[in-house]
């Protein structure tokens, strides 16, 4: 998916979108196709995939979104999920969000004989692009405020400093965004 080279994803040679990257970096906003990346601890990824890949061919015939994780870099203790799909402003709830929501219950939840459990209080890290950062601000942090007040969640952006990359998976230029609640 990057620049640097470093990632092998399950997907594909170049990335689990390969086939709609341009520039050799998916940003996510030509065509309205949307990308969201999620962080997941190496130990729960396979719960993400789900048996055989389960998870992942289920979702994407339920919401036409596709799912994909990245193979872990060095020893990092997280890997990169990719959801990407188009934004569909006319549905109630458009695929890709569905797709989101799912995939992030996966990598919060527990996963027992009785089904998905779902914590009472848990922690989701996001990679933003740099471009979609301003979205989540909004004007004068407008935005960001509201997802606080209305949620209850702390919500954290984290930039990276001296040119490296914010975490293993992360580019120079992403920035990391902490939901807990």
């Given at each position: 998916?990057?620049?640097?080279?470093?990632r092998?994803?399950?997907l594909?040679?170049?990335?689990?979108?390969?086939?709609?990257?341009?520039?050799?970096?998916d940003?996510?906003f030509?065509?309205?196709?949307l990308?969201?990346?999620?962080l997941?601890?190496?130990?729960?990824?396979?719960?993400?995939?789900?048996?055989?890949?389960?998870?992942?061919?289920?979702?994407?015939?339920?919401?036409g979104?596709?799912?994909?994780?990245?193979?872990?870099?060095?020893?990092?203790e997280?890997?990169?999920?990719?959801?990407?799909?188009?934004?569909?402003?006319?549905?109630a709830?458009?695929?890709?969000?569905?797709?989101?929501?799912?995939?992030?219950?996966?990598?919060?939840?527990?996963?027992?004989?009785?089904?998905l459990?779902?914590?009472h209080?848990?922690?989701?890290?996001?990679?933003?692009?740099?471009?979609?950062?301003?979205a989540?601000m909004?004007?004068?942090?407008?935005?960001?405020?509201?997802?606080?007040?209305?949620?209850?969640?702390?919500?954290?952006?984290?930039?990276?400093?001296?040119?490296a990359p914010?975490?293993?998976?992360?580019?120079?230029?992403?920035e990391?965004?902490?939901?807990?609640?």
């Amino acid at each position: 998916m990057g620049d640097r080279g470093r990632r092998e994803p399950t997907l594909g040679k170049r990335g689990p979108f390969a086939d709609q990257e341009r520039g050799g970096r998916d940003r996510g906003f030509s065509d309205g196709l949307l990308h969201f990346r999620m962080l997941v601890p190496v130990k729960k990824a396979g719960c993400v995939i789900g048996k055989g890949g389960d998870f992942i061919q289920m979702t994407k015939s339920k919401t036409g979104a596709k799912v994909g994780v990245d193979k872990p870099i060095g020893n990092s203790e997280e890997r990169l999920v990719h959801v990407q799909g188009l934004d569909e402003p006319n549905k109630a709830v458009a695929g890709i969000t569905e797709a989101v929501m799912s995939t992030a219950e996966r990598i919060i939840g527990d996963d027992s004989p009785d089904g998905l459990k779902l914590p009472h209080k848990a922690t989701l890290r996001m990679l933003l692009f740099k471009y979609q950062i301003g979205a989540v601000m909004g004007k004068k942090g407008a935005t960001i405020n509201e997802i606080r007040n209305k949620s209850g969640a702390t919500v954290k952006l984290t930039t990276p400093h001296g040119g490296a990359p914010i975490v293993p998976s992360a580019e120079n230029d992403d920035e990391l965004i902490t939901v807990s609640g």
